[in-house]
């Protein structure tokens, strides 16, 4: 019988503490929760990403190269970029450093909305990531005591707060949503506004249909209200010398739960992505980079961001700067003396793919194979137990299309072209891709499943 644990970790605030004994080893390896610069588990991967270059993806943000950055002259100009990445590679905490890098006076404000932290991931629409931007705009607005114009707070707060009561009209069931317009009109009553409608929206289904409609339908009015906001914004981060623009930072999108979700927050509501006047830095569900066809209208950048590269494509061996990068990596969370050899690390690493986020998983299912309590270290077995468990586990939905396109890239070596398929396999962390996309290979995990063995290597 096999068990399945669901561990919820939204909003929660966990002590970061290296494991020096066994049983601390768990809460050192929580893979879902994203560290930021000044942690003691972060860990720079810039190195170690083949052809990902930092400097790209600044030039593209319209910053210059050289720290402390700044916006290039042109700084009016709104950029709209893509970082591009599959679930697991480390993206989170790079635009968590991201953002304490460049926010400085000649720079941006950074606004960062993580989407997997406030809103349903399940029944998610790009109207719930405008009133998340507002929200996070005005209270990042507040911190910095930024001085707003109160006729422009007093015009959002009436046509938010309208709009609510209208949605409130149309409901049928008695559980209403009551969203109060405070007359002080400031700030703080518009975050309290903004942050009902966006819980109520997250929580309420009838509710959340009823505002959708009523905010796309009146879309042209909502887009003017915002920008109106954001250049109000802009005009006070200049004038109180605190940045010279605005940039949201948009994460999380990967973990919306269906891919046509995905694809109509991105590709179908493009267009009024464009229409709202600002700087954007969106993370990209990997399966949607290769619809780059589809997003030529809107003129963006789109930047991959890999998982690490752990071996030379040509020798097949693992790249030394990489196994280091790694060992350092895992050293941060965990003394290397709980591992019983480094030769166990090693293979750790290369059974990873280059994912921090599978290594960190890996580890955590070795201590749950460990049968005795009095166990002072990780050991081959429970490495060995670990990968046979995972392996059935994330290969046990594989359907025979997938598994044929599997035979396919083991055979080419990962050159294959894209298709649904294919980013069905990529979404799920089936198979994993380097450099610009053109280095794929399954995930090495899968690779010791029953049914890969089975049906994709069967000499093994």
Not at 44 to 58: A, C, W
Not at 293 to 302: A, N, Q, T, V
Not at 401 to 408: A, D, G, N, S, T
Request: hydrophobic share 40%; with cysteine.
């Amino acid at each position: 019988m096999l068990f399945i644990i669901l561990k919820v970790q939204k909003n929660i605030v966990m002590k970061q503490k290296k494991a020096t004994k066994f049983n601390e080893i768990v809460p050192a390896v929580q893979f879902k929760v994203p560290v930021k610069p000044n942690d003691i588990f972060f860990t720079d991967f810039s190195k170690v990403r083949g052809s990902f270059k930092e400097n790209i993806l600044l030039r593209s943000l319209n910053l210059t190269t050289s720290k402390p950055c700044s916006l290039n002259s042109h700084n009016d100009i709104k950029t709209l970029v893509f970082l591009a990445g599959m679930y697991g590679s480390g993206k989170t905490s790079e635009l968590n450093k991201l953002a304490v890098e460049i926010e400085n006076p000649k720079s941006y404000l950074c606004i960062k909305c993580s989407l997997d932290t406030d809103l349903d991931m399940n029944n998610i629409d790009f109207v719930d990531i405008l009133i998340f931007m507002a929200e996070q705009l005005a209270i990042k607005s507040n911190e910095k005591k930024l001085k707003i114009d109160t006729k422009v707070i007093a015009s959002l707060e009436e046509w938010f707060g309208e709009r609510s009561k209208e949605a409130n009209m149309k409901m049928k069931s008695e559980d209403k949503i009551e969203a109060e317009i405070n007359v002080g009109f400031s700030l703080l009553s518009f975050i309290k506004l903004m942050s009902k409608i966006k819980t109520s929206v997250a929580h309420n289904k009838e509710y959340a249909e009823k505002t959708r409609t009523i905010l796309r339908n009146n879309f042209s009015d909502l887009k003017n209200k915002f920008n109106e906001f954001i250049g109000e914004v802009v005009l006070n981060l200049r004038k109180e010398n605190v940045a010279r623009d605005v940039l949201f930072i948009i994460d999380g999108l990967e973990k919306v739960q269906t891919a046509d979700m995905r694809k109509k927050i991105i590709i179908d509501d493009g267009l009024r992505i464009r229409e709202i006047n600002t700087n954007m830095l969106i993370t990209m569900p990997i399966e949607l980079h290769h619809s780059v066809s589809s997003l030529r209208m809107l003129e963006p950048k789109i930047i991959r961001f890999p998982f690490i590269k752990l071996y030379d494509k040509e020798s097949g061996k693992i790249i030394p700067e990489t196994q280091k990068t790694l060992i350092e990596f895992i050293s941060k969370r965990i003394d290397l003396s709980l591992f019983e050899s480094e030769e166990l690390i090693s293979d750790i690493i290369k059974m990873s793919g280059g994912s921090p986020r599978e290594l960190l998983r890996i580890i955590e299912q070795m201590v749950f194979e460990t049968d005795d309590d009095n166990i002072e270290k990780l050991t081959r077995k429970s490495f060995e137990d670990a990968v046979i468990t995972l392996a059935n586990l994330f290969s046990s939905g594989l359907i025979k299309e997938e598994l044929e396109l599997l035979k396919e890239i083991k055979k080419t070596k990962g050159s294959i072209a894209f298709s649904e398929t294919l980013g069905n396999l990529l979404s799920k962390v089936i198979v994993m891709e380097y450099n610009d996309g053109t280095y794929k290979r399954i995930n090495p995990i899968i690779e010791h499943s029953a049914i890969y063995k089975a049906y994709v290597d069967k000499k093994r």
